[in-house]
Antibody
């Protein structure tokens, strides 16, 4: 059974750093891309970026380029999303997703349970 | 960048048919995917590649796509279908590649 299991909720202060994780199981972790989606409170879904754990090829949505870092450790089948200096506006639910597609289109057949990040002074 | 437009809300009585639209420039040339998100839960894929259903998704959920509009149709709506629904495309010409619609809140009256 394919599963994406994310790390637990975090409460941080502005300016602090943070790294959240997403562990994949039940499939070949290095053969599929892993992406991240943000959902701010009461808002819709926003695409952040994607990584291919097999070779660490990483691509960011322009809105998030330079704001976050996506990485992966294939030895433990885990992808990461990190911030060096959090802002209150980073408060959101973050989902990891597994894209599936054929090069022409991709959709997300598996989602993590989400990690709630709260940034408040 | 490519934009997907959904109505903020749709209301339907139980047993009736709900239609949720997703508008985009020549969206009929793209593959459209739909997700259902219930309160406090992660989104779930309900339709992919315009009209295919993942295993476990009821046949009541169907999709179509032509011209500038894609449509998610939910037949014989049940109270448990009340949720937010998002359309999504992969647009290789956009810097972001992945584009989501703004979401539609389906209310079952």
């Amino acid at each position: 059974e394919v599963q994406l299991v994310q790390s637990g909720a975090e409460v941080k202060k502005p300016g602090e750093s943070l790294k959240i994780s997403c562990k994949g199981s039940g499939y070949s972790f290095t053969s599929y891309w892993i992406g991240w989606v943000r959902q701010m409170p009461g808002k819709g879904l926003e695409w952040m970026g994607i990584i291919y754990p097999g070779d660490s090829d990483t691509r960011y949505s322009p809105s998030f380029q330079g704001q976050v870092t996506i990485s992966a450790d294939k030895s433990i089948s885990t992808a990461y999303l990190q911030w060096s200096s959090l802002k209150a506006s980073d408060t959101a639910m973050y989902y990891c997703v597994r894209p599936l597609g054929d090069g022409y289109t991709y959709y997300f057949d598996y989602w993590g349970q989400g990690t709630l990040v709260t940034v408040s002074s | 960048s490519y934009v997907l437009t959904q109505p903020p809300s749709v209301s339907v009585a139980p047993g009736q048919t709900a239609r949720i639209t997703c508008g985009g420039n020549n969206i009929g040339s793209k593959s459209v995917h739909w997700y259902q998100q219930k309160p406090g839960q992660a989104p779930v894929l309900v339709v992919y590649d315009d009209s295919d259903r993942p295993s476990g998704i009821p046949e009541r959920f169907s999709g179509s796509n032509s011209g500038n509009t894609a449509t998610l149709t939910i037949s014989r709506v049940e109270a448990g279908d009340e949720a937010d629904y998002y359309c999504q495309v992969w647009d290789s010409s956009s810097a972001s590649s992945v584009v989501f619609g703004g979401g539609t809140k389906l209310t079952v009256l």
